[in-house]
């Protein structure tokens, strides 16, 4: 009788005090961010650089102060150095430049709790591990450097003074997604914005508004309620939830699914297509219960044909450009709107429609301007070069990091590729991970192309290269990185070359390019000049151009970025030089040679051929 009562109280505080007080890691993500009300926790924060590790064991996370003259506290947020958040570390001191390793933030805040209200502790981005406490109770931890997390917290708030303290260590690992080897900047810090969002004790957590795959009058919905006393088992009260366009006069109610707590609805509407030209944007309000969101969702749809990319059912060549989260002039990551604005500003004077964003998923702002800007996206997660395929906790944390990219992003319009990997090695471990990712994906979102970058070309001859990774047979879209000119061969070789491609799909050249040091002059024989790099375009253009399957390009890469690879002295000097711009923001020879094939491009794309029809 006693081990049967004793059996029912543990189950009771299982079932009941789990969702509010258990806290391993981070909560399921809040969909959409800004449209909620939030507190934002940016400004200065307090740090500590702990090399050594101490932070742990010295409870720094207590934030506490001496209690007497004796009391022996051996740090001191209030007197350490600060730091700005959103930042990078590297950037905003010079002995910071090459760090790698622990480093403690602490920040006060003051808050006043609400009736009915739920609180969460909202990260956009920290590199790479991070650790939090508020008040000295831990709340968890996240692994993974540009993806955002949030934790509970309506628990661990206080009315009134609140410490927020995090650890966040950007330590490579062997086992980490990307591992110790990649060819840009490990940016540490609290890289994006931290807020609190509060929300009504039921809400919505995730929602999707999609046009259905190739039917561009047919919108699909789905959303999901926080569990609250949901899960439970409990029912609460009515949430009847509604979606509403007031631009289209639409207003429909979403039934209650087969899967607890998800509701969907599927109807009829003929919203204005969105598109590069057109970047059409509709007020949707999403309500269910006390919960109310209301954001800004643009319809198309996209798909393949043969070796075709279709944007709103017509063919579309992708005039595009890689580029890394990097600020413009400055240096250091991207943080603000000005930066994205920047950046998304030079890709479209260089007559562009699409922006491999590399090698990992760049800040939401980004991608929110994009859908304002008409600027279509390849999202990527850093599944690069050499990881742990065959390590089952590395596809785990490479499947949280997609499904945590997609949650965020899934209500763009812009993004049209979900890219899972660059230039990874071929073998059977590679294979079935990629395969495993590629599934992933597509069970998350059917309605984008799942793409990745390969670099594994073989020489048939010294005409003839080919593209035969295994890998395509999992993708919508082959990305092909290819350096003719530079890494191999001479830039005159491509003239000649011809590209077979083993898989009838469309092809996106993803990367090509050379390094040029912005105002190095010589003959285009000689490395890093600008007429090095230019001359490469002129002939990779022509090479490029002749290949059938060819839906778009993204050269390598919009503006030089921080490498800690690129150490030759005088003109790297630790960046990456293969921007069409320099980090300065001045335009090199290269960029007027893409911008004019782009404006070919497009004047081609108006006057539609019969035979790409
Ligand atoms: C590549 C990689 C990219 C590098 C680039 C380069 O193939 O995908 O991350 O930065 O080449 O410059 O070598």
Redesign the pocket.
Same mark, same amino acid.
């Given at each position: 009788m006693k081990r049967a009562l004793a059996c029912l109280l543990v189950l009771f505080c299982f079932l009941f005090a789990q969702p509010l007080f258990a806290q391993n890691g981070p909560a399921p993500l809040i969909a959409d961010p800004p449209s909620r009300t939030r507190i934002s926790l940016d400004g200065m924060w307090n740090t500590i650089i702990d090399p050594y590790e101490s932070g742990i064991s010295s409870h720094f996370y207590e934030n506490r102060k001496p209690a007497s003259k004796t009391d022996l506290v051996e740090y001191d947020f209030d007197r350490s150095p600060k730091l700005k958040v959103p930042g990078d570390w590297n950037s905003q001191d010079e002995k910071l430049l090459f760090y790698e390793g622990p480093m403690w933030y602490q920040r006060s805040f003051s808050y006043q709790k609400k009736a009915n209200k739920r609180v969460f502790l909202y990260f956009g981005a920290v590199n790479y591990l991070s650790r939090v406490w508020l008040n000295g109770t831990k709340l968890g931890e996240h692994v993974g450097g540009y993806t955002p997390f949030n934790f509970e917290v309506t628990e661990q708030l206080k009315d009134g003074d609140n410490s927020l303290v995090v650890e966040v260590d950007n330590t490579r690992h062997l086992e980490g997604v990307p591992s110790i080897h990649t *060819?840009w900047w490990n940016y540490g810090g609290i890289t994006r914005s931290v807020k609190l969002i509060e929300v009504p004790e039921t809400f919505i957590e995730h929602y999707s508004v999609q046009m259905v795959k190739g039917h561009s009058e047919q919108l699909s919905v789905s959303l999901e309620l926080n569990p609250g006393y949901v899960k439970l088992g409990i029912r609460g009260p009515d949430m009847s939830p509604t979606v509403e366009i007031p631009e289209l006069h639409l207003k429909e109610s979403c039934a209650e699914s087969d899967r607890q707590g998800v509701m969907f609805c599927d109807f009829r509407a003929k919203p204005e297509l969105w598109s590069p030209e057109n970047p059409k944007l509709y007020d949707v309000i999403i309500s269910a219960g006390q919960d109310r969101i209301t954001d800004h969702i643009g319809f198309r749809t996209i798909e393949t044909r043969g070796t075709q990319i279709l944007l709103n059912g017509k063919p579309i060549f992708l005039r595009g450009i890689s580029a890394h989260e990097e600020a413009p002039y400055r240096g250091g990551r991207a943080v603000s709107v000005d930066d994205d604005r920047t950046l998304i500003s030079w890709a479209k004077e260089l007559g562009c429609n699409f922006m491999r964003l590399?090698?990992y998923p760049h800040n939401e702002d980004m991608i929110r301007l994009a859908d304002q800007m008409g600027m279509l996206i390849w999202d990527e997660v850093p599944v690069y070069w050499e990881i742990q395929f065959q390590n089952p906790g590395v596809l785990d944390n490479a499947k949280t990091q997609l499904r945590d990219v997609i949650a965020r992003d899934q209500n763009r319009a812009a993004v049209i590729i979900w890219s899972i990997a %660059? !230039?990874t090695p071929i073998g059977p471990e590679r294979n079935v991970f990629l395969k495993s990712m590629a599934e992933y994906a597509r069970s998350l979102d059917s309605t984008r192309l799942i793409g990745a970058?390969s *670099?594994k070309a073989t020489h048939i001859d010294a005409q003839h290269m080919a593209l035969n990774d295994p890998l395509g047979e999992y993708l919508d879209v082959i990305g092909l %990185?290819e350096y003719v000119g530079w890494y191999f061969g001479k830039k005159e070789d491509a003239d000649q070359i011809q590209w077979s491609f083993k898989y009838q799909k469309p092809v996106i050249i993803t !990367?090509f390019g050379g390094g040029a040091q912005y105002g190095l002059h010589g003959d285009s024989d000689t490395r890093f000049t600008e007429e090095y790099q230019a001359d490469l375009y002129r002939h990779q253009l022509t090479m490029l151009n002749k290949i059938p399957a060819l839906a778009g390009m993204s050269p390598?890469v919009l503006m030089d970025f921080r490498s800690p690879r690129r150490t030759l002295s005088g003109i790297q000097d630790y960046f %990456?030089r293969?921007g069409l711009f320099s980090d300065r923001g001045q335009r090199k020879q290269a960029f007027y040679v893409l911008q004019k094939f782009y404006d070919e491009k497009a004047k081609q794309a108006a006057v539609p051929s019969p035979s790409r029809q």
């Open positions: *060819d590399t090698h %660059n !230039e970058a *670099d %990185n !990367e390598w %990456n293969k």
